[in-house]
């Protein structure tokens, strides 16, 4: 059974970072697109930045410039690196996976700016 472990999360001032991990389990197969998506209070679930296992990335405009998605293949590792962040950026952030139909989340990491 394939499993998403996320870590990472925490307080951080505007203008900080921090940087985000996710590990899967469980899989024998190398995951054709891994990302991360987030939901604050009150919103829809939105996409954050996706990454191919051919490293093509795919960003929202909200984090251009500022997030940086990168992938380990051999681990089934994705990181979410996430500098000048704002309190906007405030939200549980879910790690996302995808193997031809099937896709896989995490169960969530909190991620809280204060301004």
């Known amino acids: 059974q394939v499993q998403l472990v996320e870590s990472g999360g925490g307080l951080v001032q505007a203008g900080g970072s921090l940087k985000l991990s996710c590990t899967a389990s469980g899989s024998t197969f190398t995951f054709i697109t891994m990302g991360w998506y987030r939901q604050a209070p009150g919103k829809q679930r939105e996409l954050v930045a996706t990454?191919?296992?051919?490293?093509?990335?795919n960003y929202a405009d909200y984090v251009k410039g500022r997030f940086t998605i990168s992938r380990d293949n051999a681990k089934n590792t994705v990181y979410l690196q996430m500098d000048s962040l704002k309190p906007e950026d405030t939200a549980v952030y879910y790690c996302?996976?995808?193997?031809?139909?099937?896709?896989?989340w995490g169960q969530g990491t909190q991620v809280t700016v204060s301004s």
């Open positions: 990454q191919t296992s051919g490293d093509s990335t």
């Open positions: 996302y996976a995808r193997y031809d139909t099937r896709t896989y």
